[in-house]
């Protein structure tokens, strides 16, 4: 009943980078807003960037601005997170969510299961 994965976690060394995705699977993302977020342990989840629908439109938190992209492939039905210069701050289970609207109040329609990414020398 998965129905958003993301995958691309890892273990990296600080300053390195990787790319995330999140596969939407038995419904279209063209209607949605796609958020990934991170909750590291002992803290709160927090939203790091987000993308609207068409045309796209993008946000990212303060504190990976500069270093997270995130983009959209909707022929592919699937959302990107493009990571770099990964500080150990980053490391945290990443989710991504599909929501009618990145500034939406209401839950999200569909969450995945989370990607590990540890960044560690």
């Known amino acids: 009943q998965v129905q958003l994965e993301e995958s691309g976690g890892g273990l990296v060394q600080p300053g390195g980078s990787l790319i995330l995705s999140c596969a939407a699977s038995?419904?279209?993302?063209?209607?949605?807003?796609i958020g990934w977020f991170r909750q590291a342990p002992g803290k709160e989840r927090e939203g790091v960037s987000c993308i609207t629908g068409s045309p796209a439109q993008t946000w990212y938190a303060d504190s990976v601005k500069g270093r997270f992209t995130i983009s959209r492939n909707n022929a592919r039905n699937m959302v990107y997170l493009q990571i770099n210069n990964l500080k150990p701050d980053d490391t945290a289970v990443y989710y991504c969510?599909?929501?009618?609207?990145?500034?939406?109040?209401?839950?999200?329609?569909?969450w995945g299961q989370g990607a590990q990414v540890t960044v560690s020398s």
């Open positions: 038995r419904f279209a993302l063209d209607y949605y807003a």
């Open positions: 969510a599909a929501y009618a609207g990145c500034g939406s109040q209401a839950p999200p329609a569909y």
